[in-house]
């Protein structure tokens, strides 16, 4: 039997792990050797509406263990982790423990497990923005280096990774994100709760989301996106799923906005994709967004300098333009009439098929 111990504390990681699930169980189902997997949400995120909801839509497996760290300095949250991580990894005894992305639970799984001698197996490995002011980065670096089985979304993430010098137990794999998008949009309605509500339908709005530190917590910035909304929703009315921290600095700054925006609290994984399905644009500092929005061939625009998913800015569906709202209006402006078709082609991040491919690279090792 293959013991696996999953790390998840994030919206992205609970999706992503949602997959591996789904793999696992089919699997065993099959009558092959069998995998125990069980699964520690650190708690990262606690809000209902950014954490429980998703176990309970996804029918994602009960979490074995809830650490319930919450929120904290970079610092103290992750330090949290990595102690009571420790001790269920001692519990436990796993054969290896699966981290994803680039959370600080995921540099906390990596480093405790790594430190126990037991295996990391990092699932979305050699991501780089090159911007070492992101904690993300950083995160990404640390755990790629102390990972056993590193397990790539493109090709782009394995030539990082030889830049770096990890050569070893490097798999192409594809986007297990991929995995779970192609899932749910086999039989997801486009109806959405939201539409009668503020009177939208298909192609009629722009979906928003801002949520990364280094623009809810500089006042300039959040107050330049805050204008530059505004001023795209004289033509599109703006739907805004609103991160707690984002609607925390826009009372401490006093951003408000007019009812042109509709501000949303955080919404389920269902309804994001519903959302980003109709929506006739999307703007957003997510890198889990940026893909949803090439996934369902919806055209982006990234309210950052550099991203981690420079497949969807070489193929013309994503554009990169930072936080000044008149670098935002243009981008708008070139994405309403650049846009087509042809900046979806290809398959950059695989055929949906990544968590089969995994499974069998940790059963043959």
Request: charged share 20%; with cysteine; glycine share 6%.
């Amino acid at each position: 039997m293959l013991r696996i111990l999953t790390i998840v504390g994030a919206r992205p990681q609970f999706i992503k792990a949602g997959a591996l699930s789904r793999a696992i169980a089919l699997h065993n189902a099959a009558g092959n050797i069998q995998i125990q997997e069980k699964i520690v949400h650190t708690g990262q995120h606690y809000d209902h509406n950014m954490s429980r909801v998703f176990f309970e839509e996804l029918s994602i497996p009960e979490p074995d263990y809830n650490l319930e760290i919450g929120s904290a300095s970079h610092g103290r949250q992750t330090g949290c982790m990595l102690e009571r991580l420790e001790n269920v990894f001692l519990t436990e005894k796993p054969d290896v423990v699966v981290v994803y992305g680039d959370t600080n639970s995921t540099l906390a799984g990596a480093l405790a497990a790594a430190k126990l001698h037991i295996p990391v197996a990092h699932i979305e490995a050699g991501l780089r923005s090159f911007n070492k002011k992101m904690p993300e980065e950083v995160n990404r670096v640390l755990t790629d280096h102390v990972s056993h089985f590193l397990f790539c979304p493109t090709q782009q993430a394995i030539d990082n990774l030889m830049r770096e010098g990890i050569v070893d137990r490097v798999y192409s794999v594809g986007d297990i994100m991929y995995d779970s998008m192609c899932f749910y949009l086999v039989n997801l309605g486009e109806e959405c709760s939201h539409f009668e509500r503020y009177g939208l339908y298909k192609n009629s709005y722009v979906l928003a989301t801002i949520h990364r530190a280094e623009n809810t917590d500089n006042e300039s910035k959040l107050a330049e996106i805050f204008l530059a909304l505004e001023l795209i929703s004289d033509k599109y009315p703006v739907v805004l799923t609103l991160h707690p921290r984002t609607r925390e600095r826009m009372d401490r700054y006093c951003i408000t906005s007019s009812d042109r925006i509709h501000i949303l609290e955080p919404v389920s994984y269902l309804e994001m994709i519903k959302l980003e399905c109709n929506a006739f644009a999307i703007v957003t500092d997510s890198g889990g967004v940026q893909k949803e929005a090439f996934f369902v061939q919806r055209p982006c625009i990234t309210l950052r300098e550099e991203t981690e998913w420079v497949e969807t800015v070489s193929c013309g569906a994503n554009i990169l333009c930072g936080t000044s709202c008149s670098k935002i209006v243009d981008a708008f402006a070139l994405l309403s009439v650049s846009s087509g078709s042809e900046n979806f082609a290809g398959e950059p991040y695989g055929d949906g098929q990544s968590s089969k491919r995994i499974l069998n690279y940790l059963l043959n090792a």
